[in-house]
């Protein structure tokens, strides 16, 4: 597709499980971000990838959340034991090198944890 | 740090009245500036930029914005709005070093009276 995709758009799951969220960037995009959006928090940064670069993990929240991009493509952030107060829309955001800082967004997915 | 802040959380204004949405930053350097607007269910859709060169800004669906140095502003603003503007608008702050993170203010919600 033409834009920024992650999938499933709804994950409701229990407390203490793990889940899995997926972003397809934009073809060709090198760089990769992902925030969180929450009522009490706003949006927030969690991860960035940048082509073959160590990642900036500087904003995941906690050693719970991990993510990564495999073949600098597709990217999973990964919610270990989740808590209720992971419970929020995630972003997904792609970029090109030519439009720097520009950054297009996905439709989120929204995660619900019980 | 950087911060962002949006000083109303929520405007209302009448269809075909102008707008001006206010946001100020703080930011060691020259920022890359941004507004998004998010639609209900909907992603981030990019409506203006601001890099360098002129400070007022043309965007989509009729924005435009403003950038004031002196008082570390970006205020967004729309001479006539129509009901479709209703939604909510996060001012952005792009840093230039390291990550290329955006940091978000809180975002102001539009509502629209016909």
């Known amino acids: 597709g033409a834009g920024v995709s992650q999938s499933p758009s709804n994950k409701v799951t229990e407390k203490g499980k793990d889940v899995e969220l997926r972003c397809d960037p934009i073809?060709?995009?090198?760089?990769l971000y992902w925030y969180r959006q929450s009522l009490g928090q706003g949006l927030e940064f969690l991860i960035y990838f940048q082509g073959n670069s160590a990642p900036d993990k500087s904003g995941l929240p906690s050693d719970r959340f991990s993510a990564e991009r495999t073949g600098g493509s597709v990217s999973t952030l990964t919610i270990q034991r989740t808590q209720q107060e992971d419970s929020a829309v995630y972003l997904c955001a792609s970029s090109s090198r030519a439009g720097y800082n520009e950054q297009f967004f996905g439709p989120g997915t929204r995660l619900t944890v019980l | 740090a950087q911060s962002v802040t949006q000083p109303d959380i929520h405007i209302t204004v009448s269809e075909g009245a102008s707008l001006e949405l206010r946001c100020n930053y703080s930011y060691g350097a020259t920022p890359y500036l941004f507004w998004y607007v998010q639609s209900p269910g909907q992603g981030l859709q990019l409506l203006l930029k601001y890099f360098s060169g002129d400070t007022l800004v043309q965007g989509i669906k009729g924005f435009e914005a403003e950038f004031k140095r002196s008082q570390s502003s970006f205020n967004l603003r729309k001479p006539s709005v129509h009901w479709s503007d209703a939604a909510e608008y996060f001012c952005a702050v792009g840093l230039i070093q390291g990550a290329q993170k955006l940091v978000f203010g809180q975002g102001t919600r539009l509502t629209i009276n016909p």
């Open positions: 073809s060709g995009h090198t760089a």
